[in-house]
């Protein structure tokens, strides 16, 4: 396990160069030949594209669903998480950075088959696998083999992800995922390009085609001072979950910590997350939950 060569219907060739373009995610890379994509998984080698990555993980373990956090999905039983390497987003606020970015210097890739996760999963008697730690998106092949394989040992299937999807990893995803925590970072565009390195937009389209596919959704926003903290940004916030979404979908504040690339920052202040409960109340949200409070 390791390389393995990625679908055609998940990248293009080009017909004048070597350059390929990877549609996993909404990046949709450019790579040229030799090279790999932001998320550095993915590697164009003589114009067919590898996943670098296949079968190695960085974290296995059985957790409590709620800490994904899913607070409306098999509440009360375990779910055996798998993490990976890599993001397609490059949050300098990263709570995970030693598996998203800087693993070459942190972390050691654990080598495991698809049938010896499910199997793990079973033995601890979780009832879901979910997949999570870093964005899973970006580990399509191997998390949809995984995952089907899982589904036919009747567990359910969970992604933690960013949701920075391209059309047709959404499409392929929502054919094999039973429940998805999307972490819905701000309301600001501005906030998405110079933080996060992504497109506001393209998140809020697939958050709405998973609920709009029936799919369980629960909603993370991780609120950090004097980035996305605003009572209006807040407010609008819970105004597209209420509106678009419904108010059933659960919304999970969370308060964040100087980590990578804002260690200049300081623990989000408690009365803001209050505050913030408070707000979703007030536009109609029924489930509304603190994190790392």
Known sequence: MSTMLVSRELYKKS??????????????????DGSVGICRQHKNINGELFDESYGIVSSLSPDP??????????????TYSIGGFGCNMT????????????????????????????ENALKYNCKSIAW????????????????????????KVIYVTNGYF???????????????NIDLKSMSEDFYRKVCGADLDVVLDN????????????ITNLIINDYND???????????????????????????????RMADISPTRPEILFKAREIAHEKGIRNVYLGNI
């Open 15 to 32: 017909s004048k160069t070597q350059k390929i373009r990877c549609e996993i995610c909404a990046n949709y890379c450019r790579i040229a």
């Open 166 to 180: 391209s059309d047709k990893s959404i499409n392929e995803v929502l054919g094999f995922v039973d429940a998805f």
């Open 207 to 218: 958050i709405k085609r998973v609920y709009d596919e029936g799919k369980h959704l629960e």
């Open 65 to 78: 669903v709620e800490k994904k956090p899913l607070n409306k999905f098999l509440p009360g039983t375990f």
């Open 91 to 118: 949050c300098l606020h990263c709570q995970n950075y030693m598996i998203s970015h800087e693993y070459d210097r942190f972390s050691r890739g654990i080598k495991i088959t698809p049938e010896t996760i499910v």
């Open 230 to 260: 605003s009572v209006d940004e807040i407010a609008e916030l819970c105004d597209f979950v209420a509106d678009e979404l419904g108010p059933d979908v659960p919304l999970h504040f969370s308060r964040a910590f100087p980590y990578y």
């Open 132 to 155: 999570t730690y870093n964005e899973p998106t970006i580990h399509l092949p191997f998390s949809k083999k995984t995952s089907l394989l899982a589904r036919q040992k009747k567990l």
